[in-house]
């Protein structure tokens, strides 16, 4: 990551993902779908040469962060998510019931 340019969490509609930048370098994504209004969050992706840097986690902390700030609920599909929501139980609330 360079420390000149910010991170930035993306929203692409287009692509039902949300993508994490840095500058003009892709760093990942995570993919859904939509159940009306819940997300269900399919799988998280990351470059390759960014592995193993707690950019996944960095990146599902944003994801989660959204949702809590735009008042959604998700469906965690993404084994990566499901494990992340296990470490940090703060987040379960987005959960939506089943």
């Known amino acids: ?42 799988h998280t992706v990351i470059e390759e040469h960014f592995g193993q840097q707690g950019i996944a986690r960095l990146l599902v902390s944003m994801v989660l962060t959204r949702m809590r700030l735009d008042g959604r609920k998700i469906r965690p599909v993404c084994s990566y998510v499901r ?8 987040y379960q609330l987005l959960v939506a019931p089943r």
């Open 1 to 42: 990551m360079s420390g000149e340019k910010s991170l930035v969490l993306v929203h692409n509609t287009d692509r039902d993902r949300f993508e994490l930048w840095d500058g003009e370098t892709f760093m990942g994504l995570v993919g859904y779908e939509k159940d009306g209004e819940v997300y269900i969050l399919l």
């Open 83 to 90: 494990r992340f929501l296990i470490r940090f139980p703060e």
